[in-house]
Structures are given as C-alpha cells and as structure tokens.
C-alpha cells in the first residue's frame, strides 16, 4: 500500500447524508464540476432526486476532505447490496439506471486520498466493490497503484462508445460507409414520404419541454408494455423529471429529436459533461420502426458529439454487445467491477463473492438456455 502518514493526516473521511439540509451541496457540486473522470450520476443534480425517489434508505456519500480548508477530494455514494445471490457487500451506488462507478476524483487526490476512503468505507464490512468502473479512468488508475495486492477485478466487459477529434470523425465515417450506411441513408430518404425531416438538439429549458415528448414516445412501444419505461411507474417519472430539470439548468444534459412532419419518431436524452457525453435513454415511434428510427437518431448524436468544444468522447451506457449501437459507435469502452479486500475479514469476503457471483451467473445462464427453448 503507498500511503503518506503525513498526507493522511491531512485528510478526514465522513459518511454524509445526501438528503440532508447539512449536506454541503456546494463543497459536493465543486468536486463534480472539477472531477479527473466526470460522472453526472454522481452529482448533487442526478443523485439527489434518484435516492429521494427511488434508492433505499442507508446510503450515504463517502467523502475524504481536507481537514484544514474543507475541501472535498474524492466522494462516491455507498451501501450495502447483494454481490451475487445472497452476500452483502459494502458498495459504491452505481445502477441500471446510472450504470458508472467511478468516484469523483479531484484532480489534486491521489493514492493517499484513495487510501483514506477506501480505509474509510470498507473498515466495517472488509470488502468494498465498485461497479462499473472504466478501466482507464484516472479513478481506477489510482486505485490500483495504491492498493495493488488488494484488488481484484471481475465482471470485466466492453461497451458501446466513440472518440472525439479525428479519431471520432474516422469512426463516424466507418459506421455510415459501405452498404449498410447506403441503406440507412436510403430509409432516412423515405421517412420524407411522412413529412420534411428535420433533426433538433436542444438543451437547457428547451430539454425540460423535449424530455415529456421523450415520456410519451417511451411509453407508448414496448417498454410501456413491458412497465419499464420512465412513466409507467411514479417514483421513476418524479425522479427523472426532477434529475432533468436539475441538469438542464446546469446546461449538462442534450436532446436530440428526429421528426417527421410534426410526429416525433426518435429521441435520445445525452448528459454532457467534462468534455464526455453520455446516453442515457433512447426512445422511437414504433409505428416508424421500419425507417431504423433508433439508428438515425444514435448517428446524428455521433455528429453532434463531434460537433462539441473540447470534446473528448462518449461512452453509450448501452449493454455489451447490444445489437444496434455497437455497429454504429465502433469504440470501446471496458469497465469492470473492482473488489477490495481490507484484512483477512476483507479477503475471506472476497473469496465468497466470487463463489456467490458464479453461482449467480449459472443461474442466470440456465434461465436464458430455458428462454431460448422455450421460444422455440
């Protein structure tokens, strides 16, 4: 472990509560704004209204600060949940609805700052695991040159994503070359039979107006059938609403619209920041499913990704290996989940995470092959 006495005591770890009127919102929002690795999932506009809405109670932010100014260093949400089928572990709050785990890391922290929350957080459980983790992010970087005989990765994938710059605009092109995007251009042609087509992108007060049209289009396909959009429930529809409006105040979230006429066929809601875009929901008309909605409108995020200052790259959130994004945004992105043992308590935990995970992916393996027969 590299560890600096003297820097240590510099710091102080606390367990906040989020929630709370004595959480220091504006310590939390200047950490966010000037993290090493942006996660808009983690800061005050997105997890406020998220674990208002739809967390349970317990979790709490971690945060390693400055002891003398006060100052917020490195923070990350934190609770206890299933690892595999029955163990609990102590873990950084990362979800299918904001599937990034990295801490927010101030660009002055290193591995005594990531000593000191890592003590701090898994001193009472042993084990501490952080989700969805982009494996070249400064955050895991850091976590690995200071705890390296501590570490073990599992989970490991690759999602959906682009570059900027050059390399972005040689992705775009690949994506739309060749017979495919000759294809995809054809049935962007005769989506005009339907009206002028028109893209949009809009942010700010624009946003809050666009995100409802994007409620309806989700619920009314299968999502609305299935009960998983946004709407069909009230606790995911407040907090959505709520974590939209907070970010498109902080002008970091972007709609972009593909219509037809006046009918809206395709919407994708992007957060943007830190010079990064994120995907966080896409939405199509599926009366208009034959025209590729769902590619058109990814292609023209590409493009007004690419279009952004200082715009580093985009990672889609998308599932590994999904069918349609994976195609058309060619970059990698690989995470994995990161466990951390602290002490023979931290280790003896660990080994049985891994066991309860296995037993967890057999499960579900074996559920997917009865699926599949079934279907047949």
Known sequence: MISDPKALSDLEFLLSDPLSDRCPVESWQALSGAAADPNPFFGPAFLKPYLQHMAPQGIRLAVVRNRASGDWLLAAPVGMRRFGLVLPVKTVWATHYAPLGTPLVHPVAGPAEITCFVEGVARSGGLLAIPYLPSGSRAARLLAEALPERIHLVSRA????????????????????????????????????????????????????????????????????????????????????????????????RIDLLRAGEKLVAALVSFVEGGWSYSWKIAYDEDFARYSPGVQIALQAFRENLALTGFKGADSLAVPGHSMIEPLWPGRLETATMLIASGAVGDAKRRLAMVDLAAEQTLRQMARSVKRKLRK
């Open 158 to 253: 690759r999602r959906a994503a682009h570059d900027g710059g050059a390399a972005g605009k040689a992705q775009l092109e690949a994506a739309c070359s060749g017979k495919r995007g000759k294809e995809w251009r054809r049935l962007f042609r005769r989506l005009g039979d339907h009206g002028p087509v028109r893209f949009e992108s809009l942010s700010g007060a624009d946003a809050v107006a666009a995100f409802e049209e994007f409620l309806a289009v989700e619920a009314s396909g299968w999502k609305g059938r299935a009960g998983t959009a946004l709407a069909s429930r009230p606790d995911t529809v407040a907090f959505a609403r709520a974590a939209v409006a907070n970010l498109a105040g902080e002008r970091e979230i």
